[in-house]
């Protein structure tokens, strides 16, 4: 399976003074998704359905004051958060499969959040966005962890694809 992303910025973060340059994830995320589309544990997504070839989505970071937005606007929560994703595809039972190509969605980063939270987690900044990346692409598949069993499914995926890229 094909796939294609577009890495943008939604407000003034200046991403530079974090040392996020897109040139460097868009080569992170290209090996995240090849490990991702090629781990069966995932076939259970609506996305490796025989009509799709092609799957495509956005990232976007920003500030804490944007993500609050969202996530007061979207989850009823007036909160900062670390990563909040829109899920077009596997969360619409009407969706469109459109050339073979199915858009699943968005995936908005806030990079004060995960600067803020990157020691909590024993990360640096750039493993802290990978993580993030991972979870929402995830998100964007359909899965989620409402449950405990399914937290700890989307945890070991999060750590098997960040060993092997």
Known sequence: MKSSFT???LDDINLRRYGVFFKDYKID??????????MKELHSSC???DNISKISFDIAFCNDETIRELNKTYRNKDKATDVITFSLFCDDNDSVICNKTANLGQIII???TADRQKE???N?????????LIHGILH????DHLTKKDYDFVVSIQNKVLKQI
Do not use: A, H, Q, W
């Open 7 to 9: 890495l943008t910025k």
């Open 29 to 38: 995320i290209k090996k995240i998704l090849d490990v991702m589309l090629n």
């Open 47 to 49: 996305v490796f359905d």
């Open 110 to 112: 806030s990079t004060e």
């Open 120 to 122: 909590e987690n024993g």
């Open 124 to 132: 640096d900044l750039r493993k802290e966005i990978l993580t993030l």
């Open 140 to 143: 964007l598949f359909g899965f």
